[in-house]
């Protein structure tokens, strides 16, 4: 009984883990857009425990990702090393990296918690060569429906320092020495809202029925959702998916 129990006790751990609502909404699309290459050298801001890191490698290109989170890197190391992957723990405005490296920088679901995100632009305008690209999911929270009380309970939740738009990103990258080629905002029709309210409700089920909830979020929730998305305009949302490139003197 305590191995079945343990076995369980698994299981549902692992299903809080990787049947997240929110964050595969906002990955999937942010992987799509990034189609890595064969030999192409990418940086990844915030990887964690590098599960993206690993994904990225199989398709050949060779991924570098900072984190100053210890206890994350180690176990990215632990779980995610290969031949094309390196974990490095390291401030994000003080990338220990020669000039000129990096053909993509991506970093997802992270800036929103930066400090000080025209620093980091800038350290990263440093490290990609010059037809280099940026890839970013950016928490927007200007979905229909969503007022100061989410975004403060959002802030509190989730130590978010900022949140962005497609012109407030457009400024602070032109700033920074870059171009807004593309946005999607994600998560941005009302029943997008509704699977999110379901999804923070599942935080608070007993694990079984939690889990339940999850599995049908990230399977019927997700087609649901891209169904809405077909007839909602692409002026606000959720999560805000942008990629940019250098702009050339």
């Known amino acids: 009984m305590g191995w079945s129990n343990g076995r369980l006790k698994g299981l549902l751990t692992r299903i809080r883990k990787d049947f997240n609502f929110r964050r595969v909404q906002e990955t999937v699309p942010a992987l799509r857009w990034l189609k ?6 990418i940086l990844d801001i915030g990887c964690g425990e590098g599960t993206y890191n690993y994904r990225i490698a199989l398709r050949g290109a060779q991924i570098f990702g900072f984190d100053l989170d210890r206890r994350q890197l180690r ?24 000039s000129g490296q990096f053909d993509t920088v991506m970093s997802l679901c992270v800036f929103e918690h930066l400090p000080n995100d025209r620093e980091t632009l ?48 457009a400024d602070l990258l032109k700033e920074s020495g870059f171009h807004l080629e593309r946005y999607r905002y994600l998560l941005r029709s009302n029943m997008d809202f509704l699977l999110i309210k379901l999804s923070y409700a599942a935080e ?14 990230v399977t019927s929730g997700r087609l649901l959702s891209a169904l809405c998305n077909l007839f909602t305009p692409n002026t606000r949302g959720w999560t805000l998916l942008i990629e940019a490139s250098r702009i050339r003197e």
């Open 36 to 41: 890595p290459k064969s030999g192409e050298r």
């Open 75 to 98: 176990r990215a190391m632990a779980l995610h090393k290969t031949p094309s992957t390196e974990f490095i723990c390291a401030d994000a405005t003080m990338l220990p990296m020669q």
């Open 122 to 169: 800038r350290e990263i305008s440093r490290v990609l060569r010059p037809d280099g690209r940026i890839l970013l999911t950016l928490d927007s929270l200007s979905l229909k429906g969503v007022d100061e009380s989410w975004r403060d309970t959002h802030r509190e939740r989730h130590a978010v320092r900022q949140f962005y738009t497609d012109q407030s990103i």
């Open 204 to 217: 608070k089920m007993h694990p079984i029925p939690a889990a339940l909830t999850r599995i049908w979020l």
